[in-house]
């Protein structure tokens, strides 16, 4: 068992930032791939980011590419995301996923372990 607690969300204006972060426990946690997904209100569940086990290979959604990055510190055994130039439509639960899966899944069937969501809510 993998578990994952989530912090760092809160309400920020359009154009501000805010670092998640993902604390693990359990199990290694260099043999996991690591992800964030976010549900918005009435829509699925979606792959922001993930990235690769050490760290070299990452992933990022089209709507998030050049204002969000994922990284990682193994010796901590946390995942982080930076969000940068947050937009209203950035508002959503955001969740910090974990797999042993190689090659950066983003359909959530395949990620194994959650955490309990943090929200984020950007304001216009």
């Known amino acids: 068992q993998v578990q994952l607690v989530e912090s760092g969300g809160g309400l920020v204006q359009a154009g501000g930032s805010l670092r998640l972060s993902c604390a693990a426990s359990?199990?290694?946690?260099?043999?996991?791939?690591m992800g964030w997904f976010r549900q918005g209100p009435g829509k699925e569940r979606e792959c922001v980011a993930a990235?690769?086990?050490?760290?070299?290979?990452?992933y990022y959604a089209d709507p998030v590419k050049g204002r969000f990055t994922i990284s990682r510190d193994n010796a901590k055994n946390t995942v982080y995301l930076q969000m940068n130039n947050l937009k209203p439509e950035d508002t959503a639960v955001y969740y910090c996923a974990a797999t042993r899966i190689l090659g950066l899944p983003t359909n959530s069937r395949r990620w194994d372990y959650w955490g309990q969501g943090t929200q984020v809510t950007v304001s216009s």
């Open positions: 990235i690769s086990q050490s760290g070299r290979s990452t």
């Open positions: 359990g199990r290694t946690f260099s043999d996991y791939t």
